[in-house]
């Protein structure tokens, strides 16, 4: 099992910068893809940012070039960095990590941290 716990989330003002942090724990070993999803009311869940092992990336059209994800490896931690923020950005944000054990894929996800974007 991999466990994850989130933070950075809150309240800022449209136009300002957020962090998102997550850090992984338990049975890390196999890690691939680590990435951020957001779950907006009455919306269903989508991709946000994702990261491979080696460092590629992919963005929803939405963020790209306002949100940049990292990862550090050696800290199984990855992180999203949000700036120029818009009220459409609101929405519970989830860390996501997927890993391969004996042949099969799993998926993990945090618990969630708020993100509210005020006009």
């Known amino acids: 099992q991999v466990q994850l716990v989130e933070s950075g989330g809150g309240l800022v003002q449209a136009g300002g910068s957020l962090r998102l942090s997550c850090a992984a724990s338990g049975s890390i070993f196999g890690i691939t893809t680590m990435g951020w999803y957001r779950q907006a009311p009455g919306k269903q869940r989508e991709g946000v940012a994702v990261?491979?092992?080696?460092?590629?990336?992919n963005y929803v059209d939405s963020v790209k070039g306002r949100f940049t994800i990292s990862r550090d490896n050696a800290k199984n931690t990855v992180s999203l960095q949000m700036n120029s923020l818009k009220p459409e950005d609101t929405a519970v944000y989830y860390c996501?990590?997927?890993?391969?054990?004996?042949?099969?894929?799993?998926?993990?996800w945090g618990q969630g941290t708020q993100v509210t974007v005020s006009s």
């Open positions: 990261i491979t092992t080696g460092g590629s990336t």
């Open positions: 996501n990590v997927r890993r391969t054990y004996s042949g099969a894929y799993q998926t993990y």
